[in-house]
């Protein structure tokens, strides 16, 4: 793992809890979880508490802006592909 991705990891612990669930596998060509959580910070979440393979893109729940967030990514790039807040 490199430097930067370590320290995004040691972050999205310090702030929470995260769950890597399992609903589907992520496929051979797919971006791994690490690097798809390193995005969603990136893009202003402070938080990632789930993260899971389903339905043929990344699902995940995080915090921004203070609000809990639900959120879709592609699974090549990690680029997310709609968010919305997490009723």
Do not use: C
Request: negative net charge.
């Amino acid at each position: 793992m490199n430097k930067l991705a370590s320290v995004v990891f040691a972050v999205a612990l310090s702030v929470g809890p995260l769950n890597l669930a399992r609903a589907d596998q992520p496929g051979p060509d797919w971006m791994p979880a690490q690097q798809v959580i390193e995005q969603v910070l990136k893009s202003g979440y402070t938080q990632v508490t789930k993260l899971e393979a389903d339905d043929g893109r990344w699902e995940g729940e995080g915090i921004k802006n203070g609000q809990k967030m639900e959120f879709h990514a592609d699974p090549k790039t990690g680029v997310m592909t709609s968010e919305k807040l997490d009723d």
